[in-house]
């Protein structure tokens, strides 16, 4: 959540996707799965395709709404913030239940899991 109050515009975003990997990262270590960056970003991505018109929309609009004197930086700090808690949470909730059950990076379907990440993202975003 913290990459949320960046007050650079899109910057943001990619701070969040850095600390999405670094838990990736830190998951696959403590489960003892091999760690593939590029393919632990491809599966995040795909994963966030999920609710990709909900985060679009208010991710940018959130992300551009920073650009506004006072108002619009409290906003948008507010909706990056609570965006990436709530994809934080999901994507760490998918990855441990994979891991969990013997799974790596390799045979992890993101299209199988796409119903869970979605509960999951919004129990966390409410």
């Given at each position: 959540m913290a990459g949320g109050l960046l007050p650079i515009p899109v910057?943001?975003?990619?701070a969040i996707a850095g600390v999405q990997l670094a838990m990736l990262r830190e998951l696959s270590v403590h489960y003892g799965v091999?760690?593939?960056r590029n393919l632990a970003k491809s599966l995040m991505t795909t994963l966030l395709g999920s609710?990709?018109?909900y985060v679009a929309g208010a991710g940018l609009a959130g992300s551009l709404a920073k650009t506004m004197p006072v108002l619009g930086w409290?906003?948008?700090l507010a909706t990056i913030s609570a965006?990436?808690?709530a994809a934080t949470h999901?994507?760490?909730v998918v990855f441990v239940q994979h891991f969990e059950s013997g799974g790596t990076f390799l045979d992890f379907d993101p299209i199988e899991t796409r119903d869970f990440f979605r509960r999951e993202f919004d129990i966390a975003r409410r």
């Amino acid at each position: 959540m913290a990459g949320g109050l960046l007050p650079i515009p899109v910057f943001d975003i990619f701070a969040i996707a850095g600390v999405q990997l670094a838990m990736l990262r830190e998951l696959s270590v403590h489960y003892g799965v091999p760690f593939q960056r590029n393919l632990a970003k491809s599966l995040m991505t795909t994963l966030l395709g999920s609710v990709l018109p909900y985060v679009a929309g208010a991710g940018l609009a959130g992300s551009l709404a920073k650009t506004m004197p006072v108002l619009g930086w409290g906003v948008g700090l507010a909706t990056i913030s609570a965006l990436a808690g709530a994809a934080t949470h999901a994507t760490g909730v998918v990855f441990v239940q994979h891991f969990e059950s013997g799974g790596t990076f390799l045979d992890f379907d993101p299209i199988e899991t796409r119903d869970f990440f979605r509960r999951e993202f919004d129990i966390a975003r409410r």
